[in-house]
């Protein structure tokens, strides 16, 4: 069981709007450490894709959002694209483990 | 921009140790505003955190890891290195190295990644 609790599964249809969530604790979102996200695509290394709760790395286009609140943080695809099929994981510290810990992992399917 | 290659066996036998390294390009291993790291991937499973060092030699293990663990930083050759002792079939991975901005908490640089199978 990860540290951080994502959704299996997530799909929307191209042009539509999802999110995805990451509920931490107060050992790590909730203590004021940042969530990061990551978009793996399949066959390859996950890919920073937002830093901070809210910053995308250059090159990342802005349909990627972030936010967080409390012990939560969430990640917002907007105008959906066929390319955007990937599993997503955020990321944070956790102050309990002394160390990084992800989140399980989200697949999103664009239908 | 920073480059990660790992390198090592891509097959290992259980009970043995895994040896892995990790070979730095565009960027000095000897920046301090990085930790060095290692990441795991369980087939068709979530992304785990292994272990990083800083430039100091500083090191932070998974505790779940940690008696079987060495990360270790060759700054001559530009490459950190990970030894996993006494392996299973639980340690077949892809095993990623990537730098973690010590300031901001995250993994901003990933290598490709290296499929080690532990047979028995």
């Known amino acids: 069981q990860s540290v951080l609790t994502q959704p299996p599964s997530v799909s929307g249809a191209p042009g539509q709007r999802v999110t995805i969530s990451c509920t931490g604790s107060s050992s790590n979102i909730g203590a004021g450490y940042n969530a990061h996200w990551y978009q793996q695509l399949p066959g390859t290394a996950p890919k920073l894709l937002i830093h901070g709760n809210s910053y995308r790395p250059s090159g990342v286009p802005d349909r990627f959002s972030g936010s967080n609140s409390g012990t939560s943080a969430s990640l917002a695809i907007s105008g959906l694209q066929a390319e955007d099929e990937a599993d997503y994981y955020c990321q944070s510290y956790d102050s309990s483990l002394s160390g990084w810990v992800f989140g399980g992992g989200t697949k999103l399917t664009v239908l | 921009q920073v480059q990660l290659q790992e390198s090592g066996p891509g097959l290992v036998k259980s009970s043995q140790t895994l040896p892995l390294t990790c070979t730095v390009s565009?960027?000095?291993?000897?920046?301090?505003?990085?930790?060095w790291s290692w990441i795991r991937q369980h087939p068709g499973k979530g992304l785990e955190w292994v272990g990083s060092i800083y430039f100091s030699g500083k090191t932070s293990y998974n505790p779940s890891l940690k008696s079987r663990l060495t990360i270790s930083l060759d700054t001559s050759k530009h490459q950190f290195s990970l030894n996993l002792s006494s392996v299973t079939a639980a340690d077949t991975a892809v095993y990623y190295c990537?730098?973690?901005?010590?300031?901001?908490?995250?993994?901003?640089?990933w290598g490709q990644g290296i499929l080690v199978t532990v047979s028995s």
């Open positions: 990537a730098s973690n901005w010590r300031l901001g908490n995250y993994f901003d640089y």
């Open positions: 565009g960027g000095s291993i000897s920046n301090g505003g990085y930790y």
